[in-house]
């Protein structure tokens, strides 16, 4: 398994942009599909962004299309979340994942990194 540590949440306000970092150790992420998700408080947790190996293909759920951006460079082991126009609802910790190239489940997650977002 891939060792992920998450970095670059904080408090913003409503509007406001950050991103997030995902930094791998252990094994290169060109083995590798990588995907962000969310969990705010009593809530499941949820898909946020994918990005495929190459970084070719990305997909997104409906609720950030158009506001988070996913990017990776396979160089550097990193992994990138862009958040823009930030909403409270997207206040949540979120997690790096990821999945082993061919197959589905992803079995490597980072611990976290918490963004709360003010109105």
């Known amino acids: 398994q891939v060792q992920l540590v998450e970095s670059g949440g904080g408090l913003v306000q409503a509007g406001g942009s950050l991103r997030l970092s995902c930094a791998a150790s252990?094994?290169?992420?060109?083995?590798?599909?990588m995907g962000w998700f969310r969990q705010a408080p009593g809530m499941e947790r949820e898909f946020v962004a994918a990005?495929?190996?190459?970084?070719?293909?990305?997909q997104y759920a409906d609720s950030v299309k158009g506001r988070f951006t996913i990017s990776r460079d396979n160089a550097k082991n990193t992994v990138y979340l862009q958040m823009n126009s930030l909403k409270p609802e997207d206040t949540a910790v979120y997690y790096c994942?990821?999945?082993?190239?061919?197959?589905?489940?992803?079995?490597?997650w980072g611990q976290g990194t918490q963004v709360t977002v003010s109105s």
């Open positions: 990005i495929t190996w190459t970084g070719g293909s990305t």
């Open positions: 994942a990821a999945r082993t190239i061919g197959t589905i489940k992803y079995d490597s």
């Open positions: 252990g094994r290169t992420l060109k083995n590798y599909a």
